[in-house]
């Protein structure tokens, strides 16, 4: 991390001491230990302790101006959204919090930033700050260090070791104390919105903006205010709709997946291609998306008794453990049981699925013609068909899935500013390589349970059992066969991670769950 990304302010004044100004406090030389313009005292006055009300800068409007013009590139007295991204992209801060900038700080509407809402911008971001400061300094000595940063994201859902909270506090750390005082925090984040240590766990709640057509990911950790002011409830139906359209848009590729699955490389021979094409001469257009309705009509009960599940349990171990916030391994723990209740109540709904995927023109009319047939024939027990392969592969899929995502997360924090946005591209890359990790661990299991899904009971003949068609998959096609399919499931991963991500944003902001609105929201609290 290059020295100038500590912010825009303080290179300002690395520049007006590299030309020769000095600044003193009481007669004393004091070259850029002052901190920022609109800093309140220096760095050498923890040295007497902590000093909550310092006395201010005895000219910061002087110094205000000087970083206006700079940052104003055509001196026509007012900052654009191009200027702050020609100065400001270079030192951390992603485009969408620079538009963020100029979207909070323009008050009158015009598109720019004149020089009164640029102070009322940074004065207001200043104190906000503030209160992160001193959320962070639980021993209120004027002081943070690592194992207090640490205490604090952990308290919210970021698990992070003491030595990758060491490495984040050394890149604030401008004095090579091993403790960030208040000017140095103020330094790193003065042009960034951090309002809250909870910005920095609600950047890494992926778990409903990306789908891949599975639901036995971890839930994400969410505090108690979210919770009961709904957040949490349009977030799940935000998840809900990116996964609908993700699943219709990559229906066709699910669909080939399936076929592979249940029939082997030697039952359906042939690319990609023409696989989708004999679907098409088979029953038209629509066969493709056979099967996707109730595969999108399943996401949201899933999603919302995951929720409910991981919650109560979450509640049962915080009270056998006398701990505020579980640990990795415990997420998982508590995540692989929610998901395990989820599959269990909605598990008919994955064999009527599996069944309307794999029909033939005219075989059903509907999801209720198919359930119905199912009953008549087969009976009840019909709709647990490859019931316990399913639940053992949540262990498998959730365990890979989450270490991975942990492990993506934490390098991504050791390697940047740590508490800022990770911007699309870091989101997207993280979630599509740990879910399909999870997805290879788990697989064998997968092609199991949708064999058994898609066979037919007939009375008098006796059910294969897991292990028969395990013995029978490896015998007719080798190892490979257990991986049947995962062709077509490897392409679908890109675009369906990216058609829910993108309707996921949309639908946040229709929501009033995105970014602004979560903050608009606990203001309002």
């Given at each position: 991390m290059r020295e100038e990304q500590v912010g825009g302010v303080a290179l300002l004044w690395r520049q007006r001491a590299a030309d020769g100004d000095e600044f003193t406090d009481e007669g004393q030389q004091n070259t850029c230990h002052r901190g920022l313009?609109?800093?309140?005292?220096?760095l050498d006055s923890r040295a007497s302790g902590p000093d909550p009300d310092p006395d201010p800068d005895p000219d910061p409007e002087q110094l205000w101006t000087q970083l206006f013009h700079q940052l104003d590139l055509n001196n026509d007295g007012h900052i654009d959204i191009f200027e702050l991204r020609a100065w400001l992209a270079?030192?951390?801060?992603?485009?969408?919090?620079?538009?963020?900038?100029?979207?909070?700080?323009?008050?009158?509407?015009?598109?720019?930033?004149?020089?009164?809402?640029?102070?009322?911008?940074l004065q207001a971001n200043e104190k906000q700050l503030k209160i992160v400061f001193h959320s962070l300094d639980e021993n209120k000595d004027g002081e943070v260090d690592a194992s207090e940063i640490q205490r604090s994201l952990l308290s919210i859902g970021v698990n992070i070791s003491l030595q990758d909270t060491t490495?984040?506090?050394?890149?604030?750390?401008?004095?090579?104390?091993?403790?960030?005082?208040?000017?140095e925090l103020r330094d790193y984040f003065l042009f960034n919105p951090l309002s809250n240590l909870e910005d920095v766990a609600h950047y890494w709640k992926r778990s409903l903006m990306l789908d891949i057509g599975e639901q036995l990911t971890v839930p994400d950790e969410f505090s108690e205010e979210e919770k009961k002011s709904g957040f949490v409830w349009r977030q799940l139906m935000a998840g809900a709709t990116a996964g609908g359209m993700a699943r219709t848009v990559t229906a066709p590729i699910d669909r080939v997946k399936v076929f592979q699955q249940v029939h082997g490389s030697r039952g359906f021979k042939g690319s990609i291609q023409k696989k989708l094409q004999s679907m098409v001469r088979e029953g038209g257009l629509p066969a493709l998306w056979r099967g996707n309705g109730i595969n999108v009509l399943k996401i949201a009960p899933e999603s919302a008794i995951k929720f409910i599940a991981y919650?109560?349990?979450?509640?049962?171990?915080?009270?056998?453990?006398?701990?505020?916030?579980?640990?990795?391994?415990?997420?998982?723990?508590a995540g692989a049981l929610a998901g395990a209740t989820a599959?269990?109540?909605?598990?008919?709904?994955?064999?009527?699925?599996?069944?309307?995927t794999l029909r033939t023109t005219g075989q059903y009319s509907g999801i209720a013609d198919c359930a119905k047939q199912i009953l008549q024939r087969e009976?009840?027990?019909?709709?647990?068909?490859?019931?316990?392969?399913?639940?053992?592969?949540?262990?498998?899929?959730a365990g890979v899935d989450l270490a991975v995502y942990e492990t993506l997360k934490t390098s991504w924090l050791n390697r940047s500013k740590g508490l800022t946005d990770p911007g699309v591209a870091v989101l997207v890359g993280c979630g599509a390589i740990s879910s399909t990790s999870g997805l290879l661990a788990s697989y064998p299991l997968v092609v199991i349970l949708t064999r058994m899904q898609a066979q037919v009971s007939v009375k008098?003949?006796?059910?294969?059992?897991?292990?028969?068609?395990?013995?029978?998959?490896?015998?007719?096609?080798?190892?490979?066969?257990?991986?049947?399919?995962?062709?077509?499931?490897?392409?679908?991963?890109?675009?369906?991670m990216s058609v829910s991500y993108v309707v996921y944003e949309y639908m946040k902001i229709a929501l009033g769950v995105d970014s602004e609105g979560w903050r608009a929201g606990k203001e309002k609290s």
């Open positions: 313009p609109g800093s309140h005292g220096n270079g030192r951390g801060l992603s485009r969408g919090s620079i538009e963020r900038i100029v979207k909070v700080g323009d008050t009158n509407q015009d598109g720019v930033l004149d020089f009164e809402e640029f102070v009322q911008y490495t984040i506090l050394q890149r604030m750390d401008k004095d090579g104390t091993m403790t960030i005082d208040w000017n919650d109560q349990i979450k509640k049962l171990m915080y009270c056998r453990n006398n701990q505020t916030n579980l640990r990795v391994h415990e997420r998982f723990v599959q269990t109540a909605i598990y008919p709904l994955e064999v009527l699925k599996t069944r309307l009976g009840i027990m019909a709709f647990y068909k490859g019931y316990l392969p399913n639940i053992l592969s949540i262990i498998p899929y008098g003949v006796p059910k294969p059992s897991m292990l028969t068609l395990l013995h029978s998959i490896v015998t007719q096609g080798g190892l490979a066969g257990l991986y049947g399919g995962i062709s077509p499931n490897l392409l679908k991963v890109i675009p369906s």
